[in-house]
């Protein structure tokens, strides 16, 4: 079987680390069940996703668990 | 030093263009298409199988069965946990190149993760690798 290469998102990023996945990225103070961010906030949605996706393109860093900050996630809370 | 951390981490090097690959979700999430068959929760062991979820289902059609994490808001809206409409809005954009054949969920919480680390895992990747087809895969969680 060909390798498969994947990004993760979590929001458990210490139990993330024990694993130690090829590419992460913890979308810092999302809250369980909030991984791309909270409902409809689209935009940020796709911002997460997108961060994640650009991961592929970056130099590698397997293990590591890459925090970004989203401010929108806390700007509208709902 | 935990074992874990001396062992190599598997890494597969994405080559070629992000703009043209394709992208299937894999969600340990407990998300299934609502014509599907639940994820056993009654089962304190958990249930170490996975849905097939095809690219063009819509959002409406979805659902999670999971007794693990607060889900109220993927009930509202799954694209905070399988992010499948912004991800066709990427495509959209071009900033990838398509939907992959197939997505994947199931549901992740379970007493048997060795079974699930050696039976569902490999299944899901085979999957992936023969039908789904997809060039990168993006894993969530809950």
Same mark, same amino acid.
């Given at each position: 079987?060909?390798?498969?290469?994947? +990004?993760?998102?979590? +929001?458990? @990023?210490?139990?993330?680390?024990?694993?130690?996945? @090829?590419?992460?990225?913890? @979308?810092?103070?999302?809250?369980?069940?909030?991984?791309?961010?909270?409902?409809?906030?689209?935009?940020?949605?796709?911002? +997460?996703?997108?961060?994640?996706?650009?991961?592929?393109?970056?130099?590698?860093? @397997?293990?590591?668990?890459?925090?970004?900050?989203?401010?929108?996630?806390?700007?509208?809370?709902? | 030093?935990?074992?874990?951390?001396?062992?190599?981490?598997?890494?597969?090097?994405?080559?070629?263009?992000?703009?043209?690959?394709?992208?299937?979700?894999?969600?340990?999430?407990?998300?299934?298409?609502?014509?599907?068959?639940?994820?056993?929760?009654?089962?304190?062991?958990?249930?170490?199988?996975?849905?097939?979820?095809?690219?063009?289902?819509?959002?409406?059609?979805?659902?999670?069965?999971?007794?693990?994490?607060?889900?109220?808001?993927?009930?509202?809206?799954?694209?905070?946990?399988?992010?499948?409409?912004?991800?066709?809005?990427?495509?959209?954009?071009?900033?990838?190149?398509?939907?992959?054949?197939?997505?994947?969920?199931?549901?992740?919480?379970?007493?048997?993760?060795?079974?699930?680390?050696?039976?569902?895992?490999?299944?899901?990747?085979?999957?992936?690798?023969?039908?789904?087809?997809?060039?990168?895969?993006?894993?969530?969680?809950?």
């Amino acid at each position: 079987m060909r390798g498969i290469p994947t +990004v993760l998102i979590t +929001v458990s @990023p210490e139990a993330s680390r024990q694993m130690r996945p @090829p590419r992460a990225l913890y @979308p810092k103070g999302f809250k369980i069940g909030h991984s791309l961010g909270r409902p409809f906030q689209r935009e940020l949605q796709k911002r +997460v996703l997108r961060d994640a996706l650009a991961l592929l393109l970056e130099p590698p860093r @397997p293990g590591e668990i890459i925090e970004r900050t989203y401010p929108e996630y806390e700007m509208n809370p709902s | 030093m935990p074992l874990i951390s001396r062992k190599c981490v598997p890494f597969t090097p994405f080559e070629g263009d992000l703009s043209r690959a394709t992208v299937a979700l894999v969600t340990s999430a407990g998300v299934h298409r609502k014509d599907q068959e639940p994820f056993n929760i009654a089962d304190d062991l958990g249930d170490l199988t996975f849905r097939i979820i095809e690219p063009d289902v819509s959002a409406s059609e979805l659902m999670v069965t999971h007794h693990h994490y607060d889900h109220s808001d993927a009930d509202r809206d799954i694209n905070v946990v399988f992010p499948i409409d912004p991800l066709r809005e990427l495509v959209q954009e071009g900033v990838v190149g398509g939907l992959a054949r197939e997505h994947i969920g199931f549901m992740g919480y379970s007493m048997r993760l060795k079974q699930m680390y050696e039976e569902t895992a490999p299944r899901i990747a085979e999957e992936i690798d023969r039908r789904s087809r997809a060039d990168v895969v993006v894993l969530t969680g809950g």
